[in-house]
């Protein structure tokens, strides 16, 4: 039992915004769920603001502890504030034991100024944390602005605003054993990996991921940059087990760079596919084991980054120990991919940061290499800088003024919550409170409902805009949360969705197929994920000498045979969604596969006959 004091405050009331701590050292998880739910009480009881004051007990007494225990029990609720969205404004220190003020009044304080650690004298302080709704840290009142400490001395700026127009999107793939867990890790940790899976244990998701050293799902991961370059890692203050989490680097950051952790086993290309088509990714890392040749899975990975007209930029990992001709070999082959013609890049060692600089503006044409390793630390500081001067190449902000679009990627069900959608906003801008259609159904209908909150960075905010990662929570009745499935589409007005479209279409050269009437493949359209048919093939003119190939008549060749595609064909084509109509508008970029992919394409236009009404 700790000795009290002097009687300094008035005691504790139950309800209002103040709260009384006598410390908080080395809290438990159960204990810090506790108190961050009475924080977020307190934040309510004072319309987004609450005074802690740390040393003093329930009945207004001096509890008579040190600096140091202050001081931790003072991060400890800076933590807690941090899940909150709420920032610590002010922090008042008082030291020494006061006198009874009389009557239970407050006594005359002298705050001290700069407290020293590992002093014995008795120290109490007084923190006042205001919750931050919009991200929008500049906006705090003049009297606290001096009180956030800032990078540079310069103005914080709009946190949606940094995960909208200052966010690059990279993929990460590669084949099974190159390591792109344990490179992201060590990247967003900002520590180095001890070549037993350190860094990719931090970031998996699920426990067979864990086991096994493989991940199986598309996963997203923050890394920020402040305005110097410098970027942003380490662990959590408090968990020291835990790495930082993604609304921590987004309120520091300066700009971000969202890692898109795909799956290289062979047996989740579907997946990794789906991820690549629907990540809107500005750049792609291919990832290559230097100890061993790249591998078929490294060539379908690199032809799928190219097929979407994503950049790649090659890192050679584990190069800590690689024997040199193994390394030479490696670097060989891949050279030999990228200089193919379905690749056409050139290869361009990065070895100094003037190399950095050089291929910043020239990403069209050459395939930056660079080689790493996670446990030494080589060339991870030229990996670094180049994420962070590279510049962005899908502006999403210049799209706020459309309709707004927001593609449902994944599904939740919370308690106390409801249904939960996330995904990523294509366009347009939402205020929180509207109304809005999810759909469409497998009958075509759109559900309307409404926005109840939204989530950025697992951040509540009142707005989302295009190129932000959101969720969405909607006012959905039991029955209708299980008709929400992904794919679907949330938006304001509700739609017409479409069985049949046309679209332009390229057949990969590779291993020989055989495109005709009817021909079936499973397509993949931004986040629309369906099988379909070929209804109507019309070769287009490529300037070919070789005349399009027809099959003899049949009974399906319309009077005058079947058109054939073959490899390197063009055509235009009319496909079917084979079991519900899709949300999908002209412009979108698809790419069709039956097992390997055979083809990509653009969807020019939507037969109005085969619009789906409402």
């Not at 244990?201 to 598309?218: D, F, L, Q, V, Y």
């Amino acid at each position: 039992m700790s000795p009290k004091g002097a009687k300094i405050l008035p005691a504790e009331k139950e309800n209002g915004n103040v709260e009384y701590k006598r410390h908080i050292l080395s809290p438990t998880h159960e204990r810090a769920v506790k108190l961050t739910t009475q924080m977020s009480y307190r934040l309510d009881e004072g319309d987004g603001e609450c005074i802690y004051e740390v040393g003093v007990e329930d009945d207004g007494s001096h509890s008579m502890l040190v600096l140091d225990n202050v001081l931790a029990s003072v991060d400890c609720i800076e933590a807690f504030a941090g899940t909150l969205n709420a920032v610590l404004v002010s922090k008042k220190f008082v030291q020494g034991t006061e006198a009874d003020g009389g009557g239970g009044g407050l006594p005359t304080e002298a705050p001290t100024l700069s407290p020293s650690p590992g002093s014995k004298i008795t120290t109490r302080c007084q923190v006042v944390i205001r919750r931050v709704e919009t991200h929008l840290i500049a906006s705090l009142p003049d009297e606290h602005k001096d009180s956030i400490k800032v990078e540079d001395d310069d103005a914080p700026r709009d946190i949606g605003e940094t995960l909208s127009a200052r966010n690059t999107r990279v993929a990460v793939v590669g084949n099974v054993d190159a390591g792109k867990s344990t490179l992201i890790g060590s990247l967003t940790t900002g520590s180095l990996d001890d070549g037993r899976g350190k860094c990719r244990t931090s970031i998996m998701k699920h426990r067979h991921e864990i086991e096994s050293g493989r991940t199986s799902t598309c996963a997203t991961h923050l890394m920020g940059f402040r305005r110097d370059g410098s970027a942003i890692g380490g662990r959590d203050r408090v968990r020291a087990h835990r790495r930082r989490s993604e609304d921590e680097v987004a309120r520091e950051a300066d700009r971000v760079v969202t890692f898109m952790d795909l799956a290289g086993h062979e047996r989740y290309l579907k997946t990794t596919i789906h991820g690549v088509s629907s990540g809107f990714a500005d750049y792609a890392l291919i990832l290559v084991n230097s100890r061993h040749p790249p591998t078929h899975m490294t060539q379908h990975h690199l032809n799928l980054c190219c097929s979407f007209g994503i950049p790649p930029i090659v890192i050679f990992t584990k190069v800590d120990g690689c024997p040199e001709h193994a390394m030479n070999t490696s670097r060989q082959e891949v050279c030999k991919m990228l200089r193919a013609p379905d690749v056409g890049r050139r290869p361009f060692s990065v070895r100094t940061d003037a190399d950095v600089d050089t291929v910043m503006d020239k990403m069209h044409q050459l395939a930056p290499i660079i080689e790493t390793s996670a446990v030494t630390g080589e060339g991870l500081d030229l990996l670094r800088r180049m994420l962070f001067n590279i510049p962005k190449r899908r502006r999403h902000e210049t799209k706020a003024n459309r309709p707004f679009e927001l593609l449902v990627e994944d599904i939740f069900n919370v308690p106390g919550v409801g249904a939960v959608v996330s995904g990523f906003v294509n366009a347009g801008e939402l205020e929180v409170g509207g109304h809005v259609h999810v759909g469409p159904l497998d009958d075509g209908s759109f559900i309307k409902t409404l926005a109840k909150s939204a989530h950025i960075a697992r951040t509540n905010t009142s707005t989302v805009v295009a190129g932000q990662n959101a969720c969405l929570a909607l006012a959905l009745a039991k029955d209708q949360r299980k008709k929400l499935r992904r794919g679907m589409v949330v938006m304001r007005e509700a739609p017409a969705p479409t069985r049949t479209f046309d679209a332009e279409i390229c057949v990969l050269k590779g291993e020989g197929t055989t495109i005709r009437r009817s021909y079936q493949a499973f397509v993949h359209i931004l986040n629309v994920r369906q099988s379909a048919f070929a209804r109507h093939i019309e070769m287009l003119n490529t300037g070919s000498i070789l005349p399009p190939t027809r099959s003899g008549g049949g009974k399906d060749c319309e009077g005058e045979g079947t058109v054939v595609l073959r490899p390197g064909a063009r055509a235009r084509v009319r496909f079917e969604f084979a079991k519900r109509p899709e949300y999908i508008r002209p412009g979108m970029r698809m790419l069709f596969r039956d097992g390997r992919v055979r083809g990509v394409g653009i969807i020019t236009g939507i037969p109005e006959v085969a619009a789906v009404g409402c």
